[in-house]
């Protein structure tokens, strides 16, 4: 019981920080920077809070775990660990304190000793290149940067012919975020190339297909908005600001005065026209992308770059939609249980949505005004402290490029040649100690999500995976 007591309050009070970190810094000393001007019936903090309450409540070893990592533990992991770790960079960014940044080295430890069993081997692993750079940056350990680096050269290497729609983009994530750290001339040119890649594939009315060119989808134009976004903060190209223009002013249309999203529209084409704006039914072999949870955030993120009303339109949908900082898979347009893609839609707590609406609603906060703010939460009890260096934005690379790089990363060997300007040294990350890891979902029992036991759905069908 003691050591039980021990657990909790320390989460308690890892919750109490983070109060503090996005609490306003109404009493900050005199010179201090000012805390960002987030207006006060703004629901982007709050939300953030809350959702930060349910992770720190739910977490196991440094990581909330969708339940259906049974099925597909790299889809599972990409879609809940990584979003986490990115969301607590950008709150990090935010303010910076030792109990978010542990936070990051938590959730970028448990990528890392997974590396093998994160990987696709595809264009979809630039979202983890892209998660350890931002870990690097937050935290300064080299490990996560050569791990990014590994990540990167096996992008290269299969990046000729596949950096095109979301997959591109995802890649160029990482090859953006290596030549923001490095000034790298072949991550800069696959990153221009997998932006330059687009335009073709832009529909009149501003849309982007999941795939199939021609198709229209809602879900995936929101995706490569909030992509196209993140990307330009590292690497500026003369095509991001006119597409996600257009991209805007087609959101601008399918989201109504309420927040909702609506996927069609009357036509005048012949009587009884409908025209679709969802991957399967314009045209596209996929599965159904309508009414996912997380797609409302990224609307917020891109309503938001462009400071339309609609964000709050938005925001109001889907705190309708919210329980406790967390959501189900979708909110409407539900699959048939026979369908094989329902096990990715059926969770009334799904820890991948809330993951993912974590990380979109922190990606937000750089468009506040304002920066660091200037008082800092205590750490909490049973945590280490932690140096708080931060890393330079550029690095010096000593040797040759293939020599920095190894097909995988060698914990063993966190001090790479790969060094920061102005002779920076890297803080080095605690251990972090191997045991289970809670997952959470309506497909586990109250007992099972407690005990974090993996025995659900042994033996289910693999399901297709899923893009964010």
Same mark, same amino acid.
Request: charged fraction near 25%; include cysteine.
């Given at each position: 019981?003691?050591?039980?007591?021990?657990?909790?309050?320390?989460?308690? +009070?890892?919750?109490?920080?983070? %109060?503090?970190?996005?609490?306003?810094? %109404?009493?900050?000393? %005199?010179?201090?920077?000012?805390?960002?001007?987030?207006?006060?019936?703004?629901?982007?903090?709050?939300?953030?809070?809350?959702?930060?309450?349910?992770?720190?409540?739910? *977490?196991?070893?440094?990581?909330?775990?969708?339940?259906?990592? $049974?099925?597909?533990?790299?889809?599972?992991?990409?879609?809940?660990?990584?979003?986490?770790?990115?969301?607590?960079?950008?709150?990090?960014?935010?303010?910076?304190?030792?109990?978010?940044?542990?936070?990051?080295?938590?959730?970028?430890?448990?990528?890392?000793?997974?590396?093998?069993?994160?990987?696709?081997?595809?264009?979809?692993?630039?979202?983890?290149?892209?998660?350890?750079?931002?870990?690097?940056? =937050?935290?300064?350990? !080299? /490990?996560?940067?050569?791990?990014?680096?590994?990540?990167?050269?096996?992008?290269? &290497?299969?990046?000729?012919?596949?950096?095109?729609?979301?997959?591109?983009?995802?890649? +160029?994530?990482?090859?953006?975020?290596?030549?923001?750290?490095?000034?790298?001339?072949?991550?800069?040119?696959? %990153?221009?190339?997998?932006?330059?890649?687009?335009?073709?594939?832009?529909?009149?009315?501003?849309?982007?297909?999941?795939?199939?060119?021609? !198709?229209?989808?809602?879900?995936?134009?929101?995706?490569?908005?909030?992509?196209?976004?993140?990307?330009?903060?590292?690497?500026?190209?003369?095509?991001?600001?006119?597409?996600?223009?257009?991209?805007?002013?087609?959101?601008?249309?399918? $989201?109504?005065?309420?927040?909702?999203?609506?996927?069609? *529209?009357?036509?005048?084409?012949? @009587?009884?026209?409908?025209?679709?704006?969802?991957?399967? /039914?314009?045209?596209?072999?996929?599965?159904?992308?309508? +009414?996912?949870?997380?797609?409302?955030?990224? &609307?917020?993120?891109?309503?938001?770059?462009?400071?339309?009303?609609?964000?709050? @339109?938005?925001?109001?949908?889907?705190?309708?939609?919210?329980?406790?900082?967390?959501?189900?898979?979708?909110?409407?347009?539900?699959?048939?249980?026979?369908?094989?893609?329902?096990?990715?839609?059926?969770?009334?707590?799904?820890?991948?949505?809330? !993951?993912?609406?974590?990380?979109?609603? =922190?990606?937000?906060?750089?468009?506040?005004?304002?920066?660091?703010?200037?008082?800092?939460?205590?750490?909490?009890?049973?945590?280490?402290?932690?140096? #708080?260096?931060?890393?330079?934005?550029?690095?010096?690379?000593?040797?040759?490029?293939?020599?920095?790089?190894?097909?995988?990363?060698?914990? #063993?060997?966190?001090?790479?040649?790969?060094?920061?300007?102005?002779?920076?040294?890297?803080?080095?990350?605690?251990?972090?100690?191997? =045991?289970?890891?809670?997952?959470?979902?309506?497909?586990?029992?109250?007992?099972?999500?407690?005990?974090?036991?993996?025995?659900?759905?042994?033996?289910?069908?693999?399901?297709?995976?899923?893009?964010?």
């Amino acid at each position: 019981m003691r050591m039980i007591s021990h657990t909790l309050a320390a989460r308690l +009070a890892r919750a109490a920080a983070l %109060a503090l970190v996005l609490a306003p810094a %109404a009493n900050a000393p %005199a010179g201090a920077r000012v805390a960002p001007e987030i207006e006060a019936r703004d629901p982007l903090v709050p939300m953030l809070r809350r959702i930060d309450r349910y992770l720190q409540r739910n *977490e196991t070893d440094g990581v909330v775990l969708d339940w259906r990592w $049974v099925i597909n533990e790299t889809e599972a992991v990409r879609l809940s660990v990584q979003p986490q770790l990115l969301g607590y960079v950008e709150l990090y960014r935010w303010h910076p304190s030792d109990r978010i940044r542990q936070d990051v080295v938590d959730r970028a430890n448990y990528l890392l000793a997974r590396y093998n069993q994160v990987r696709s081997g595809t264009v979809f692993d630039g979202m983890l290149g892209y998660c350890f750079f931002e870990a690097f940056e =937050a935290t300064g350990d !080299s /490990a996560y940067f050569n791990a990014g680096q590994a990540v990167v050269t096996e992008l290269v &290497s299969i990046a000729p012919g596949n950096l095109i729609l979301n997959g591109g983009l995802m890649a +160029a994530m990482a090859f953006a975020a290596d030549y923001r750290l490095t000034g790298d001339a072949t991550a800069e040119r696959l %990153a221009r190339e997998a932006i330059a890649s687009l335009p073709p594939y832009q529909n009149g009315d501003g849309s982007f297909p999941h795939w199939c060119p021609g !198709s229209e989808d809602v879900s995936y134009t929101d995706w490569m908005a909030m992509e196209l976004i993140l990307i330009q903060r590292r690497l500026d190209h003369p095509f991001i600001s006119p597409m996600l223009g257009r991209m805007e002013a087609f959101m601008d249309a399918r $989201v109504d005065a309420s927040g909702n999203t609506s996927y069609q *529209e009357p036509c005048q084409d012949y @009587d009884g026209c409908i025209r679709y704006y969802w991957s399967v /039914a314009s045209g596209c072999d996929d599965y159904d992308t309508r +009414a996912f949870t997380n797609e409302l955030r990224y &609307s917020a993120l891109l309503f938001d770059h462009f400071h339309s009303p609609k964000y709050r @339109d938005v925001m109001r949908f889907a705190m309708s939609r919210e329980h406790g900082g967390t959501w189900a898979d979708k909110w409407d347009f539900w699959p048939p249980p026979s369908d094989p893609y329902y096990v990715w839609t059926a969770a009334d707590t799904s820890v991948v949505n809330t !993951s993912l609406n974590f990380w979109c609603l =922190a990606a937000a906060l750089p468009e506040r005004s304002g920066g660091a703010v200037a008082r800092r939460p205590r750490w909490a009890p049973g945590r280490r402290r932690r140096d #708080s260096c931060r890393p330079r934005p550029i690095l010096h690379v000593t040797g040759s490029r293939s020599a920095s790089r190894r097909a995988r990363p060698d914990p #063993s060997r966190s001090r790479s040649s790969m060094r920061p300007a102005g002779g920076f040294e890297p803080c080095t990350p605690g251990c972090s100690k191997p =045991a289970r890891t809670r997952r959470v979902g309506t497909g586990a029992t109250k007992r099972e999500r407690r005990a974090g036991s993996g025995s659900i759905l042994r033996g289910c069908a693999r399901a297709r995976p899923r893009g964010p």
